[in-house]
């Protein structure tokens, strides 16, 4: 089944103590991106990735790093988390949708809480 | 960079009647405007699409409008059933690899049967 894949689903974790969040794909997608989603605020960039060894910086990058070392991965990093980075995060990749047109395909999320 | 507005925020209507939710954007070169539907628990799921070399876009029960001159554009569904209760979200591109998608606010849909 083609899917977008993250893990972990919850995470709760501490000021400083440093986390990955992993977002798979296996449809052979180029391009894959970051999102966090906040009350009334949307869904807010991080960070995207238009293939392999290439990415670049969405709406909010503070705080986060990225790496797309292969295709088929695309891991969320902070370094030191802080309590402003308690959201739900979203992981996506653009392919062809079956109508012609590209489209998004989500991940199912990452509730971070930092305490 | 661009800016999305959404609005309303929260829209209830009772089955069968139709639903409108509006977006403006600032950036006159974003030339690409999908909206998504977003489930409790779900990720986000792309329900249609407009790119700018067109005004209208319709599937089934659901449209799309844009007003390049007034940048805007809106969601319209008809017959809303209880199954359209979801968050919508439109967001807007530039280019046509759209690296950078902008979305607006979210817009939490009830329908009531």
């Known amino acids: 089944e083609a899917q977008v894949t993250q893990n972990p689903r919850y995470l709760i974790t501490v000021t400083g103590k440093k986390l990955t969040v992993t977002c798979s794909q296996n449809?052979?997608?180029?391009?894959m991106s970051w999102y966090r989603q906040d009350p009334g605020l949307g869904l807010r960039q991080i960070y995207y990735?238009?293939?392999?060894?290439?990415?670049d910086k969405g709406d909010v990058p503070e705080g986060y790093k990225v790496s797309r070392k292969e295709k088929r991965n695309f891991p969320l990093i902070l370094e030191s988390p802080s309590p402003n980075q308690t959201s739900l995060y979203f992981c996506?990749?653009?392919?062809?949708?079956?109508?012609?047109?590209?489209?998004?395909?989500f991940g199912s999320g990452t509730q971070l809480s930092v305490l | 960079g661009e800016n999305v507005e959404q609005h309303p925020s929260t829209l209830s209507v009772q089955e069968g009647d139709s639903a409108v939710i509006k977006c403006t954007y600032s950036?006159?070169?974003?030339?690409?405007f999908p909206w998504y539907k977003q489930e409790l628990g779900k990720g986000p799921q792309l329900i249609i699409d407009?790119?700018?070399?067109?005004g209208e876009k319709k599937d089934q029960r659901i449209a799309v409008t844009l007003n390049k001159t007034a940048k805007h554009f809106s969601l319209h569904i008809t017959e809303t059933q209880p199954e359209d209760s979801a968050v919508y979200f439109c967001?807007?591109?530039?280019?046509?690899?759209?690296?950078?998608?902008?979305f607006g606010q979210g817009t939490i849909l009830t329908v009531h049967p």
């Open positions: 990735s238009m293939n392999v060894e290439v990415t």
């Open positions: 996506a990749s653009k392919g062809w949708g079956g109508t012609g047109d590209e489209k998004l395909f």
């Open positions: 449809m052979n997608h180029e391009y």
């Open positions: 950036d006159s070169a974003s030339n690409y």
């Open positions: 407009i790119r700018s070399n067109v």
């Open positions: 967001a807007a591109s530039a280019g046509t690899s759209y690296g950078k998608l902008t």
